[in-house]
């Protein structure tokens, strides 16, 4: 009797406290995506999970760490000349860029960069976009930096101006009359160096009217050009996102007649879902390859071995660099999106680093290293 009692005694207590806790509901729901992240892991959308989201561990680059490699994300097989890289600029994007509402009471200000476009010296004026083709205007308060990184943003605000309904970010190295508050990067290609450009981004969603790029060009005559990268979102099918567009490297070696050596494919990923490294490698003879998350591209890439080029010729001139958030008109002068009619989207790019070969170290730039609030791992 004494052990029947203790059985009973015992069991009515746990099941009071697992009812009374609620410890035993076999309806709680938990993900992954909504508990606290740390050493790395970070959110991202995903297709396929209950709730859109899962979680990414790890990584070759973590963001919000305000610093970039010594080293680009590259296999071992592409060796510099002398043996190492030196970095030559790099921007993690850890401080408010000058001129930008952020700026305003900030200790540290990145002055890397002109939040704005070549059109004026006030990027917190409207202005129109580098392309005679877009759907917007360009403005100072569209360009911040967070957590990820920078963020340019693009806002539908219909009737902004004569055939522009969105507001959008910018920034670029190449204005030349700011004074000297600004320290703005600048590379000579064509001396037989070794150069790399690699940036950390997260494209946005598209509708039919993206065009996210990283690109340079040479002086404000426009005498050549280099596409890193630049996603023409805009010759594509609506509400396809990235499926039916191509992206593209592109060297402008001449701009009088316009002539240019490309590569170019479709993404074999829907670059908006999340952060991916974008590597351009140009060699000493003046061929280059493209490289996304450490993997050469090839195939319809450029030639069938992923080496591009060389131009028969080019300027050797000091060149600034371009991030850019545009939205296009397609190649019929209209714009066919109907799902970009509301709200804000969001090019996102963790870091832009520029490494050359050790034995050209500090060669060919002008405003070379780190801006403020970056550091080298």
């Known amino acids: 009797m004494t052990a029947i009692l203790i059985v009973v005694i015992v069991s009515s207590v746990g099941t009071y406290l697992l009812l009374g806790s609620h410890a ?109 083709h877009g759907m917007e205007l360009m403005n100072c308060s569209k360009v911040s930096v967070d957590s990820q990184g920078l963020e340019l943003t693009c806002t539908y605000t219909p009737g902004i101006a004569s055939g522009k309904n969105y507001q959008c970010g910018e920034v670029q190295g190449e204005q030349s009359n700011l004074g000297s508050a600004y320290k703005l990067f600048h590379w000579t290609p064509g001396h037989g160096e070794t150069w790399v450009f690699q940036t950390v981004a997260k494209f946005p969603h598209n509708t039919g009217e993206e065009d996210v790029g990283f690109w340079s060009f040479g002086d404000p005559t426009w005498t050549d050009e280099f596409d890193f990268f630049e996603s023409w979102g805009w010759t594509g099918q609506v509400n396809a996102g990235y499926t039916t567009t191509s992206n593209g490297t592109v060297w402008v070696y001449d701009t009088n007649p316009v002539n240019n050596i490309e590569g170019y494919k479709v993404y074999p990923f829907d670059p908006s879902a999340a952060f991916h490294t974008y590597t351009t490698v140009i060699y000493p003879n003046n061929t280059y390859s493209e490289y996304i998350d450490g993997q050469l591209q090839t195939g319809n890439y450029g030639y069938g071995n992923g080496v591009i080029g060389p131009p028969p010729s080019f300027q050797q001139v000091p060149m600034g660099l371009i991030l850019q958030y545009e939205l296009q008109y397609d190649n019929a002068g209209t714009n066919p999106s109907a799902g970009f009619l509301s709200g804000s989207r969001n090019f996102s790019i963790q870091s832009v680093s520029v490494y050359q070969d050790g034995a050209h170290a500090n060669q060919d730039i002008i405003n070379g290293g780190l801006a403020p609030g970056t550091t080298v791992r």
Do not use: E, M
């Not at 892991?41 to 490699?69: H, K, L, Y």
């Open 24 to 132: 035993a509901s076999p309806y709680a729901s938990i993900t992954t995506d909504k508990g606290t992240l740390a050493n790395g892991a970070t959110a991202q959308s995903c297709t396929g999970s209950s709730d859109g989201s899962c979680v990414r561990f790890g990584g070759t680059q973590t963001q919000g760490t305000g610093s970039i490699n010594p080293s680009p994300d590259l296999p071992s097989s592409v060796s510099p000349n002398g043996g190492s890289w030196s970095v030559a600029y790099g921007d993690a994007f850890n401080a408010p860029l000058l001129n930008t509402p952020q700026a305003s009471g900030a200790s540290v200000v990145d002055n890397t960069w002109y939040p704005g476009t070549g059109s004026g010296t006030d990027p917190c004026i409207n202005h129109t976009a580098s392309s005679s």
